[in-house]
């Protein structure tokens, strides 16, 4: 016949009730603070939202008309991608817009003209969309450079112009149907952005 042992420090079952017995358990445990339960991280608001996206739409400027900047206007290539998007444009979108799933309204075609009349004409045209309360444009501005600078000339003043307007959230170079690295589809505003 077996029998049970204790060890000597412990106190037989008989003599301890449901409490002793949880409170010799829990001996040496701490109590947390909090009884909430965290089912996913909180998403922390970025305060630098406004800093980041005035970071990214800034450019030294030497001469301004119609707040777009003539001066230092870095090069760009007929084959380069321009792709520009405000820090807090959804991922979702900007991929739509870059993909040509969102349908454009009004086409603007910058073939021939000069740098003048191009800044007038671009700024112009999305005032003027931005307006209609259009979603999506295209802007057309070629791929030909100037002879000797091996720069695509309207190309690169495109990139930076529109970057500098408000009204423009985003925009990416289009699919090869739509003109390839020889146009922009461009998303403006529609509301007060990031109100």
Known sequence: MSKTFLPDDALSDENLNDMDLFHSAMKGVKPIK???????T????????????AAATAAEEKFVIDNL??????????????S???????????????????????GLDLHGQNTEEAR???????????????????VVHG??????????ELKSYVNVWLRQMP???????????????????VLLKTKEWGS
């Open 42 to 53: 909180p998403k922390k608001k970025d305060i630098n939202t406004e800093i980041k996206r």
């Open 84 to 106: 520009f998007k405000v820090p807090d444009l959804p991922v979702r979108t900007f991929q739509e817009l870059k993909k040509g799933e969102i349908s454009w309204q009004e």
């Open 167 to 185: 009204e423009v959230i985003a925009f990416h170079s289009c699919r090869p149907a739509d003109g390839g690295t020889g146009a922009v589809y």
């Open 69 to 82: 900047s003539e001066g230092n206007i870095p090069d760009q290539k007929p084959s380069d991608i321009l």
């Open 143 to 152: 791929k030909s450079w100037t002879e000797g600078s091996g720069r695509a």
């Open 34 to 40: 909090s009884d909430k339960v965290l089912l996913k």
């Open 120 to 138: 007038s004409e671009l700024y112009a045209f999305i005032q003027d969309c931005r307006a209609r309360r259009f979603r999506s444009v295209i």
